[in-house]
Each structure stands twice: as C-alpha cells, then as structure tokens.
C-alpha cells in the first residue's frame, strides 16, 4: 500500500453508504465510490457547508446539485497548484490519491542526477507531469482530450512552471507512440494512467484487460536503453496489483530492473484507508 499524508487543501472527512465526503481547499464534495460498501456513521449529506453533491442517474451517469455557486479553484500539494471543479461523471480533474506516485516519482527524478525525459500518457490534466517537470525533467504531455491538455497547461502556469520543456500532444495515446517509434525517440520514464473503458475518435473501442498488454509491449518501443521507470495506474475495480504485477514483469522481463505493485490509498479523517486503485512500477537498475 502506498499513501501520502502531505495534502494540506484536501482530506476525505467521512465515508460510507457508497459515498465520500471530500473537502478540496474550502469547498465540500459528496462524491459517489464504488468501494464504500460500509455504512455511514451520520448522514452524509446532511453535512454542514456542503458545496455539492454528485448523484448517479438509475439510466447510467449522473448529475451535481450544488448548494452554492461554484465554477473553478485551486488546491495546493507541496509547493504545487492545481485547478479543480465539479465535472462530468464526478470528476474534479485532480485524483488527490496520485500525490502517493507524485511523490515516489519526484524522488526517483531527483535522486538520478541525469537528464531525464518523462512520457506521461493518457496524462488527464497533468498532475504527474506538473510532478515530474518540477523535479527537472523534460516531460511529453500525451491526451486526447484538447480541454484536459489545455488544463494541464493551465496547472504548469498555477504552479509557476510555464517556462519548463513540457511538449502538450492531444492526440490517441497508441497512434502517438507508434510516431514516437518510427522516429526514434526514447524516454526514461513512462507513466500510464488508462481509462478502464473508452472509445476513440474514430469510434475505437478501448478496454483496460483487452488492450493493456498490447499497449505495454508497443511503449517499450520507446523506452530509452537506460531506463529509469515504468509507472501503471488502474481504476478498474477487480485488477488486483499483482495483475499489473505480472504485466509489467513479463513485459520487461529482458530489461534490467525489478517490478513491485502496490494499492493506492487516500487516509481518511475516519482513521480508515480508503482504496483508489492499484499502480504496478517498474524500476530500471
């Protein structure tokens, strides 16, 4: 398990009946998760100075009630801002769980005294890359969503780092890598953050346990002979770490190095730790 207990602008105050309490900076959010399945120890809705709350429709999807105007805000971890707001399928644009990989990715960075060249794909709106830039390295921005690039543009200006070699690529996350071979171009570091279901712009069905093996061996293409990382997130509910384990492991097994996996967690104003995924790592020796 890895978590990370610096978050001043966020906490998750209370959990249960299939729902997070959150407080991001000032404001407070009632988000559904799939994971609580425990009851709650007082109505969480009935929280004094809830901002909104995010409902999920019986016919799929959902929908925010807000109980004050809201439109945008920033949040700060370590020396880092980030902009978040009420979006789409309950999202805020941040998952605070990533400080955990922010972390451990800042430090592997530091500690290398090299040059090192970052591919942060499916990269949303750029909290790994903000990480990675702010510890030196040179970071190739990959989504292809144009809004969540431009966010991540934005979270680079809050945080002061305009002015670092970040390349924002809106584009197919597969199609891009396979340019990137043909042109010959390395990266020590990958970082992949899929989506569990998705469909592309011409309509390509992507799923997480169909496509992720084929996706691992096409971005080893374009891992550099001097690997420093390999970093994969999942959010699929059933996909227990040692799945990305073995993913990573047998995708990598020719390349020096060694394989770990681990849950991500948030720790709770409860006492409790609350799952939000798993990452398998792979670290180059």
Not at 43 to 71: D, I, M, N, Q, V
Not at 113 to 119: E, G, I, M
């Amino acid at each position: 398990m890895r978590y990370n207990d610096e978050w001043k602008d966020f906490e998750v105050i209370a959990t249960g009946d299939g729902e997070k309490l959150e407080r991001w900076g000032k404001e407070v959010l009632l988000r559904p998760d799939p994971q609580v399945i425990w009851h709650a120890a007082f109505p969480l809705k009935s929280y004094p100075g809830l901002s909104a709350h995010y409902t999920r429709s019986e016919t799929g999807g959902g929908s925010w009630e807000f109980f004050k105007p809201l439109t945008e805000w920033t949040v700060g971890w370590r020396n880092l801002r980030f902009c978040v707001k009420p979006m789409g399928f309950k999202h805020t644009g941040l998952f605070p769980e990533q400080a955990a990989n922010w972390a451990l990715m800042t430090e592997l960075i530091k500690k290398a005294n090299r040059p090192v060249r970052v591919l942060n794909l499916f990269a949303y709106t750029g909290g790994a890359t903000v990480a990675c830039a702010a510890a030196g390295a040179e970071v190739c921005h990959v989504d292809a969503a144009k809004n969540m690039v431009e966010r991540a543009r934005q979270n680079m200006a809050l945080s002061g780092l305009s002015d670092r070699p970040v390349r924002y690529i809106v584009d197919d996350c597969a199609k891009f890598v396979t340019r990137e071979i043909k042109r010959g171009k390395f990266y020590d570091a990958i970082i992949m953050d899929p989506p569990s279901y998705g469909r592309g712009s011409n309509g390509e069905v992507w799923k997480l346990e169909d496509n992720i093996c084929d996706f691992l061996k096409l971005c080893k293409g374009v891992l550099s002979d001097k690997p420093l990382f390999v970093l994969l997130n999942s959010y699929t509910t059933g996909l227990q770490p040692t799945v990305l384990k073995n993913l990573l492991a047998t995708t990598f097994a020719d390349v020096n190095g060694k394989v770990e996996a681990y849950e991500v967690c948030l720790p709770t104003s409860e006492g409790i730790m609350l799952p939000c995924g798993a990452s398998g790592l792979f670290l180059g020796e």
